[in-house]
């Protein structure tokens, strides 16, 4: 009877592992595609705005409107697709496939409401949103009524996204993921190159077009699900009438479930959102009390590690975020089962796949900073340097978001919380110091050492609360640190070739060369050693063997 039980719980760990290995997959693919379009984008997008100097604008502006409504579509959404995601999991472990579907009913209704809420005050309220937000440039007005209309349909968007991530099914998140994007970049360029190159209109029409984008590209993902949902129609029915309803739920409990697990995604989600908020509120006036610099000045450095810097290591924080995504629901359905030692697995389990692509990741983008620059941006000393302190800044802001999503499948919401007030308390006291000593790097720097203090402390309370033993993890991530180190100095010995011993010029075709070649290299030495020593067999499964086959790796 025992090692019946044993095999029974070995079957549902390696299902566990499955399921978080296959989910990441691909809400990894979906995010990383999306965020590399999200990136692409900007070569076209900067070179019709104009100059260096209104491109910079151009961001600097952008980045203001898009910080504000990031925070108002945290809001909106209320942080309720990821408890729909959270709450389905665990019913339908329970077998109760009828009462998430009433859960996900319940929450349209609220989520529709609270768009309409949100995405009025967005509009009616823009001269005073940027006049408490966004240090009183007006010029943000028309780019915050923009985006008031995606607040409008994105809550919807999220929660449809939710139900299905609470199925374990992630591949329409990530297909409509790709296919918004798609949608955004399409609809933005082509206004923009519009406005500029044939009615030679303002930069600032130019950026309210581009932010509307995003009504755009959410309409067409709330398409893509809709097709899937009805695919999937009779499956779900199917399940739901298999249900096992013993345990009752009324309508009330559901939105007081809703909430309560609603509020805590809010503040977490919000977390890196509230550090740049912090920025773009006092990085003026900071700046201006160690002397006096020309707005304009001003808005070129914010722009540099707000919009440009920021945007590039998002690719890289995307495949974090498609992690936060997929360990939800598995952690939720072990915590739903009282499995303590599925709860333990799952945790490791997540660090381990965090580990094992974000540290390459940063690292190789730390490498390619300056070729990857000036495809982007041009050649700009001060940029390369901002980006090479943001890909390292990238793996603590990654390991937030997994960090947070696993304090929240397990139902830490308050202690989640805590050490993110704690760290957000560390950035507010350095912030000065910092910028009173490095400048325009000192909010890269505060927010680091901000959020740094949040890891720990939240590493430590898993440590305590579940008896996570990291042993085997420690020896592994040294071993990825080893790896992407030696990867590291070899992008640096091809680089140093190609730009001091060759002379190639800093222009954005040799970049986009020189970029293509460091990465290519880079990559095949990582996935060759992981390979080559069966480390990639060890937190991804024996399915890495083909690959090694193929390769002839022994």
């Given at each position: 009877m025992d090692n019946?039980?044993?095999?029974?719980?070995?079957?549902?760990s390696t299902s566990s592992d499955n399921s978080l290995v296959k989910g990441s997959a691909w809400m990894t693919a979906g995010s990383i595609f999306s965020r590399i379009l999200g990136a692409i984008y900007i070569i076209p997008w900067n070179a019709w705005l104009g100059g260096a100097t209104v491109a910079l604008a151009a961001n600097a502006l952008y980045a203001k409107g898009y910080n504000i409504y990031s925070e108002f579509l945290i809001i909106s959404t209320?942080?309720?697709p990821s408890a729909i995601s959270k709450q389905i999991a665990h019913y339908n472990a329970l077998n109760e496939y009828a009462i998430g579907n009433r859960l996900f009913k319940q929450g349209i209704k609220l989520m529709a409401l609270l768009g309409i809420i949100f995405a009025a005050i967005m509009f009616f309220g823009a001269s005073m949103i940027a006049t408490i937000f966004a240090g009183g440039d007006m010029a943000t007005v028309p780019v915050i009524k923009s985006l008031s209309a995606a607040v409008l349909v994105i809550p919807i968007l999220s929660i449809t996204r939710g139900y299905f991530q609470g199925y374990g099914e992630m591949a329409p998140s990530a297909i409509s993921q790709f296919v918004e994007q798609i949608a955004r970049v399409f609809y933005m360029l082509l206004a923009t190159y519009i406005i500029m190159k044939v009615q030679h209109g303002s930069y600032v029409d130019a950026v309210t077009q581009s932010t509307f984008a995003a009504f755009i590209g959410a309409v067409a993902a709330i398409a893509v699900l809709g097709y899937f949902f009805i695919r999937q129609l009779p499956r779900l029915r199917k399940l739901s009438r298999s249900s096992s309803n013993i345990v009752e739920v009324n309508d009330r409990k559901f939105i007081a479930e809703i909430v309560q697990q609603a509020v805590p995604f809010i503040v977490?989600?919000?977390?890196?959102?509230?550090?740049q908020m912090f920025d773009q509120a006092t990085f003026n006036a900071m700046m201006n009390s160690l002397g006096h610099y020309p707005k304009s000045m001003l808005d070129q450095m914010y722009a540099l590690f707000g919009f440009n810097a920021n945007k590039l290591i998002m690719i890289t924080i995307s495949l974090a975020s498609a992690m936060a995504v997929a360990v939800i629901p598995v952690l939720s359905k072990a915590h739903a089962q009282n499995d303590q030692k599925g709860i333990e697995t799952q945790i490791t389990?997540?660090?381990?796949?965090?580990?094992?692509?974000?540290?390459?990741?940063?690292?190789?983008?730390?490498?390619?900073?300056?070729?990857l620059w000036i495809v982007f941006y041009s050649y700009n000393e001060k940029g390369i340097s901002m980006l090479q302190v943001s890909a390292m800044l990238a793996i603590i802001l990654g390991l937030f978001t997994v960090l947070s999503a696993v304090l929240q499948g397990l139902y830490q919401n308050r202690t989640a919380i805590n050490y993110l007030l704690v760290g957000l308390v560390v950035k507010v006291i350095v912030q000065w110091p910092m910028i009173a000593v490095f400048r325009e790097f000192g909010p890269l720097l505060a927010t680091f050492i901000g959020m740094l203090i949040t890891v720990i402390l939240m590493i430590r309370s898993l440590i305590k609360l579940y008896d996570v033993d990291l042993t085997s993890t420690i020896e592994r991530v040294s071993y990825i640190i080893m790896y992407s180190l030696i990867m590291l100095v070899v992008i640096f010995v091809t680089n140093k070739i190609l730009y001091s011993y060759?002379?190639?010029?800093?222009?954005?075709?040799?970049?986009?060369?020189?970029?293509?070649?460091?990465?290519?290299?880079?990559?095949?030495?990582?996935?060759?050693l992981v390979l080559r020593n069966h480390l990639a067999d060890d937190i991804l499964g024996y399915q890495m063997n083909r690959f090694r086959k193929m390769l002839r790796i022994k």
């Open positions: 019946e039980n044993n095999k029974v719980e070995v079957n549902n209320a942080g309720i977490m989600g919000s977390g890196f959102v509230f550090y389990k997540a660090f381990e796949l965090f580990f094992f692509v974000m540290i390459p990741a940063s690292i190789g983008m730390y490498g390619v900073s300056k070729p060759l002379g190639i010029p800093n222009r954005r075709v040799y970049g986009f060369i020189i970029l293509i070649i460091e990465a290519g290299i880079g990559g095949l030495i990582y996935t060759y």
